[in-house]
């Protein structure tokens, strides 16, 4: 039996962390609402074998952050992540946009192992903050 896919209790509660949460989620946010229970080595290796088994994928952050958000369709070596990421430059927020891009073309001779798509801008929450507050 491999002892890394083994469910322990300490996985299932990073992994209740990210189901409960509507964004992509950096390790302060794990450290925030596990109150310090668990050490930061132990959070990322679980982190790191749920990407290996296809149930969480990375997303580099404008902050230099790394975010970890679930995977829908992804199973172990085969992650199928080619959707976009919006990060909000006013909450750090970043989100999965369930649209599908299309992949460029590369040119001869290069093989493609992973893509990143991350768009920066105002979500619609600071959006509409603003503008409110552009309108006293």
Do not use: W
């Not at 450290?31 to 668990?38: A, C, D, N, V």
């Not at 930061?40 to 969480?56: E, N, P, S």
């Not at 369709?73 to 999965?96: A, M, P, V, Y």
């Amino acid at each position: 039996m491999d002892i890394r896919r083994r469910n322990t209790k300490t996985k299932q509660m990073i992994m209740t962390v990210l189901s409960d949460s509507s964004s992509a989620l950096c390790y302060e946010d794990f450290e925030k609402q596990l109150s310090g229970t668990i050490d930061k080595a132990t959070v990322y290796r679980i982190l790191q074998g749920f990407c290996d088994d296809g149930k969480v994928h990375k997303i580099s952050g404008n902050n230099g952050k790394t975010y970890y958000a679930l995977c829908h369709h992804c199973n172990s070596g085969n992650h199928n992540d080619n959707h976009i990421h919006f990060q909000c430059i006013r909450c750090q927020t970043i989100l999965c946009i369930d649209k599908q891009f299309s992949i460029p073309v590369l040119p001869p001779g290069y093989r493609m192992t992973d893509m990143h798509c991350l768009i920066s801008g105002h979500c619609p929450d600071c959006f509409n903050e603003i503008a409110d507050y552009e309108k006293k």
